[in-house]
Each structure stands twice: as structure tokens, then as C-alpha cells.
């Protein structure tokens, strides 16, 4: 690892136990083994370590996903593995998100890491989209309005990862993303279903 990932690494930590304006350059330098003057030669200031922190921690979700759904293997378990963890990683989304939503961060920051965000939605909706069309395809399946089907998905994930760090919900997010597909009218290659070809329509 860089020195400047393991600055991210640890200003990322800082950030989401702390939040923006309490994190400290100098404790951050500390644990980086420098001081705070040797941060500047890797970023201009405190706003552009922090974006730096936010893309990269972004970039490595956004791996994750497609790493995912690009594995050989069954299609199911890809789906259900993508619904896990990009749930999972609601918690580290909403600690960033709950900074700008307070208002503790500067307007300007705050406008660069909504629009971070926004590319990251735009990402996992064009994401899963092909990986559906896939999954469609290996079927035989048509799947109708393949857009809000995709949006319904990212939607029930959202919901679950917030209720789920809810301080007073108790949810097993595996569990709970297997009762949710459940609910699509078909789901070919579930565990126990045997390798025939299905004929069916997602709506």
C-alpha cells in the first residue's frame, strides 16, 4: 500500500467516526507516522483529502459490485451477493451523507460529494441493468421495463441497509435480501433449482 492510500485509509476511519468538521489533520498526519505539514505534500487541504477519501472509498464499493456480478458461476447467488453487500455498504454511504445533511460541511464540498453520488447511482443502475439483460438472456426471460425493476431493487436496498443501522432494528440483512427476491415472479438458478430452461416474463 502508497503512503497516500494509507493516508485515505486512515483519514477514512477519522471522517466516519468523527465527521467533518471534529477530524483532525494533525491527529490524522500522527497516525500516518508524519506530521501534519507532510499531509500537504500529498493533498492541497483538508477538502481534497476528504474527496480523495470519499472517491476512493466509492471506487472500492463500485469494485466490489462489479467484481460480483462479473464472477462465473450461478446467477442467483451473484444477484443476491450484489443485494448483500451493496446493503451492507449503506452504513458507510449514509456516515458521508449524514455529514453534508447537517450542514457541517462547506457548501462547495457538499455540492462535490452529492454529484459523487449521483455518478455512483448512475453506475449501479447501468450495472445491473446488464446484468439482468444476462440473466435474461441465459433464461429465456422478458423482463418488462427492466429500468424500474432495477430502481425497485436499489430502492428495497436502501430502505433495509437504513433500517439495518438503525440503532433500534435488528434486521439480518441476508435473510432479509432472500425474502426480497423471493418475491420476483421467477428466480431460476436458486439453490436447489435444477439447470432446466425457464420461460417466464419479470415484470
Do not use: W
Not at 500500500?1 to 485509509?9: C, G, P, T
Not at 427492466?146 to 435473510?175: A, C, Q, R, W
Amino acid at each position: 500500500m502508497s503512503k497516500r492510500d494509507d493516508i485515505l485509509e486512515i483519514a477514512s476511519v477519522t471522517f466516519r467516526e468523527h465527521g467533518y468538521q471534529k477530524a483532525n489533520l494533525t491527529y490524522i498526519a500522527g497516525q500516518c507516522g508524519m506530521n501534519k505539514a507532510g499531509l500537504y505534500y500529498y493533498f492541497n487541504n483538508k477538502e481534497d483529502l476528504f474527496m480523495s477519501m470519499l472517491q476512493k472509498d466509492i471506487g472500492n464499493v463500485k469494485d466490489k459490485l462489479t467484481s460480483i456480478l462479473s464472477a462465473p458461476g450461478n446467477m442467483y447467488q451473484r444477484l443476491r451477493s450484489f443485494m448483500v453487500y451493496r446493503t451492507s455498504s449503506i452504513g458507510l454511504m449514509k456516515k458521508y451523507l449524514d455529514m453534508f445533511s447537517q450542514g457541517v460541511a462547506p457548501p462547495k464540498l457538499r455540492n462535490l460529494a452529492f454529484n459523487v453520488k449521483h455518478k455512483f447511482n448512475e453506475f449501479e443502475i447501468e450495472l445491473l441493468t446488464g446484468f439482468l439483460y444476462q440473466y435474461a438472456e441465459k433464461y429465456n426471460l422478458k423482463i418488462n421495463k427492466p429500468y424500474y425493476l432495477v430502481l425497485t431493487l436499489i430502492g428495497v436496498s436502501e430502505k433495509i441497509g437504513i433500517m439495518t443501522f438503525h440503532k433500534n432494528d435488528k434486521l439480518n440483512i441476508e435473510e432479509t435480501i432472500e425474502e426480497v427476491l423471493q418475491l420476483l415472479p421467477i428466480i431460476p438458478d436458486h439453490p436447489g433449482d435444477s439447470e432446466k430452461n425457464h420461460t417466464a416474463t419479470i415484470i
